[in-house]
């Protein structure tokens, strides 16, 4: 079992994780950095076009909240950088991430707008 008392003192773990190991990680750093990136974007989230706030909606075009390309557009990516979509439509990333990069190579943008909450997926 994984010793999460081992590493209450480190903000970054120093191996990869299982869910259930990064799920109870997350939780203990969140309680003892309230005020860390995890409280940050929970103020930002109208602004995700997906629940986890990997891409972001910048002057009504999604773009990428993270990575090589954080900044530009998922139209921007899949014209000139189809590759990294596919990498990450094979990664380990949430459904939501990967339904919105299956619909870019598919020529599917998001639009801005809300159904149901503040997300778009």
């Known amino acids: 079992m994984y010793d999460l008392t081992r590493r209450m003192g480190e903000r970054t773990?120093?191996?990869?994780?299982?869910g259930k190991e990064r799920s109870d990680y997350l939780a203990i750093n969140?309680?003892?950095y309230p005020d860390s990136v995890h409280e940050s974007h929970a103020k930002k989230e109208t602004n995700w076009?997906?629940?986890h706030?990997?891409?972001?909606w910048l002057d009504n075009e999604a773009v990428f909240g993270f990575g090589k390309h954080k900044g530009k557009s998922i139209k921007e990516i899949a014209r000139t950088d189809k590759g990294y979509l596919l990498w990450i439509a094979s990664a380990d990333f949430s459904g939501y991430v990967k339904d919105i990069v299956?619909?870019?190579i598919n020529?599917?943008?998001?639009?801005?707008q809300y159904r149901e909450g503040p997300f778009w997926v």
């Not at 773990?13 to 299982?18: E, H, L």
């Not at 706030?53 to 972001?56: E, L, N």
């Not at 020529?107 to 801005?112: A, I, L, T």
């Open 13 to 18: 773990p120093s191996r990869k994780m299982s």
């Open 30 to 32: 969140k309680q003892k």
């Open 49 to 51: 076009v997906d629940p």
């Open 53 to 56: 706030g990997k891409f972001i």
């Open 102 to 104: 299956n619909r870019a």
């Open 107 to 112: 020529g599917e943008f998001p639009n801005y």
